[in-house]
């Protein structure tokens, strides 16, 4: 059974760019959540996806969005970047919510912003 | 919205017991969980409360009291491989996978 991955692991990236991060939920979830973890912090929740809609949204502005497509595997789109976007971007799955209590996180990505 | 509270950081030596304290503050409480991070790495779970009482898995246990808005994660025969950061994360009715994290206690096992 394949775990949760995420592409890429590290990314530099200047303020005012773009970039996407990627995550491949493991074989039989339907559910992903974005997390960020700033450096000596908790994960905080972005969003969620079931089924390929947004169920769930976190205190971040508009400019953070994302896709979930139907073989279930998601992105996450970050416009116009700030500083204090340098953070780990964690990718959790989940079976069909309600069934299961657990959230399996991939491996994370670290973006930096200079 | 949640408050979650949690310790900075605990020092214990090989073998001993460390008691993780987490204290919420919710709106909605729908579960308790406890992760274990390494440094560099995703979080891997630990433990799941709902209820009131005590959960053990292995040298792992976790303790929820729902009134006080209280859980506990004990650690015991602590091992090398323990030092991390552990957080206390409450899930809320409005998002099933929507996890409320702590900011992590970071635990320093010394030989």
């Known amino acids: 059974e394949t775990g949760v991955t995420q592409s890429p692991t590290h990314l530099i990236k200047t303020r005012g760019q773009q970039v996407t991060l990627r995550c491949s939920s493991q074989s039989g979830h339907n559910t992903v959540s974005w997390y960020q973890q700033a450096l000596g912090q908790g994960p905080q929740f972005i969003f969620q996806?079931?089924?390929?809609?947004?169920?769930g949204r976190g205190n971040f502005p508009p400019r953070f969005s994302g896709l979930q497509f139907p073989n279930y595997s998601s992105e996450l789109n970050v416009n116009a970047l700030e500083l204090d976007d340098s953070a780990l971007y964690l990718c959790?799955?989940?079976?069909?919510?309600?069934?299961?209590?657990?959230?399996?996180f991939g491996p994370g990505t670290r973006l930096t912003v200079l | 919205g949640q408050n979650i509270d949690q310790p900075t950081e605990m020092t214990a030596t090989e073998g001993a017991i460390v008691q993780i304290n987490c204290t919420y503050q919710t709106s909605g409480f729908n579960g308790l969980f406890w992760y274990q991070q390494h440094a560099g790495e995703a979080p891997t779970f630990l433990s799941y409360n709902v209820l009131d009482g005590l959960e053990e898995k292995g040298r792992f246990s976790s303790f929820l009291s729902r009134s006080k808005g209280y859980s506990y994660l004990l650690l015991k025969e602590l091992q090398m491989k323990d030092s991390a950061s552990y957080l206390c994360a409450v899930r809320g009715f409005d998002s099933w996978g929507k996890l409320q994290f702590g900011a992590g206690t970071q635990v320093v096992v010394t030989p």
């Open positions: 996806y079931y089924r390929e809609e947004e169920n």
């Open positions: 959790a799955s989940s079976p069909d919510s309600g069934s299961t209590n657990e959230q399996f």
